[in-house]
């Protein structure tokens, strides 16, 4: 089984396709970062307008490596979906399309098995992504940037954390975005076993990432308590929880976090819908009539 694991894994990073979600994710950090290098006094300025009747905020000191980090963030996990439907979603259609997948069908080893196999390969892929994008977000814009403590603006307000108790925050964030797009991994793989080309299971994950996350920005009472908290992308923003702390007597109380329980909840949630559309995939692969 750890053969095929390789061989798998082998297949997915010998496809040039699949280096075009480094590219674009190099791309988009690089113009973020030179954008804000050079203009991201005036943005920060702008961003904290609303607060500085509360306390004054030196643009010098906001614009750092951390805080870059933290906006790069915001605008890019949402995408990184598409990135990896891209993969995910030609697990076993493109097996299909190209005439190998009775062949490997054939194999000793249950059907089963061998989704969790193309499931395990997929997911190796997501977080190799995922390392990709702290390193150029994270590490390259410490090296522009430097460091300095964080505000995390909420509503009104903002959060501000000291340089030493933000790294670990990073590690947590990148971990439960790991959770995250494990389960669009697990969508986008379960939309591959009932199509025989790669796409039609990419292109039904985009656009149901597109609906849920038009849905989670409306503003609509109607939504906010019937569909809102039971949208996987709704739990995708879940990291964002790592940033908000708790304060006492105006003092940020270091190493806190302000819902620890609503991170845990949205992480179980993400699991469950990984466990469901994994199992909607198992039960159709076993069902799949392969003719090619």
Not at 171 to 188: C, K, N, P, R
Request: some cysteine.
């Amino acid at each position: 089984m750890m053969r095929l694991l390789q061989i798998e894994t082998y297949k997915i990073f010998k496809r040039q396709r699949t280096y075009i979600a480094f590219v674009v994710i190099a791309a988009i950090i690089f113009l973020i970062q030179v954008g804000l290098r050079f203009g991201g006094k005036e943005y920060v300025s702008m961003l904290m307008s609303a607060m500085n009747e509360t306390f004054e905020v030196n643009p010098d000191e906001m614009l750092n490596g951390y805080f870059v980090c933290f906006f790069i963030l915001n605008l890019l996990l949402v995408h990184v979906p598409i990135l990896v439907a891209l993969v995910a979603g030609d697990m076993i259609s493109g097996e299909s399309n190209m005439g190998t997948l009775r062949l490997l069908a054939s194999k000793p080893i249950s059907r089963t098995k061998l989704l969790m196999v193309k499931f395990t390969a997929s997911v190796f892929y997501t977080l190799v992504l995922l390392i990709w994008v702290a390193i150029l977000s994270l590490l390259v814009s410490i090296l522009i940037f430097g460091t300095n403590s964080i505000y995390v603006p909420k509503e009104l307000e903002a959060n501000i954390i000291m340089p030493s108790d933000i790294l670990w925050r990073y590690f947590a964030a990148f971990g439960f975005a790991a959770i995250a797009m494990t389960t669009i991994a697990s969508m986008s793989l379960m939309f591959s076993v009932f199509a025989d080309n790669s796409i039609g299971p990419i292109v039904a994950t985009v656009c149901i990432v597109i609906i849920f996350t038009i849905l989670m920005q409306m503003e609509i009472p109607f939504y906010d308590e019937t569909i809102k908290p039971y949208l996987f992308t709704t739990h995708m923003l879940g990291w964002k929880g790592f940033f908000y702390v708790k304060a006492h007597d105006g003092e940020t109380i270091l190493g806190s976090v302000s819902n620890i329980r609503a991170i845990i909840k949205s992480a179980a949630i993400l699991v469950i819908y990984t466990g469901i559309f994994l199992t909607m995939a198992a039960w159709a692969f076993r069902k799949k009539n392969i003719l090619s």
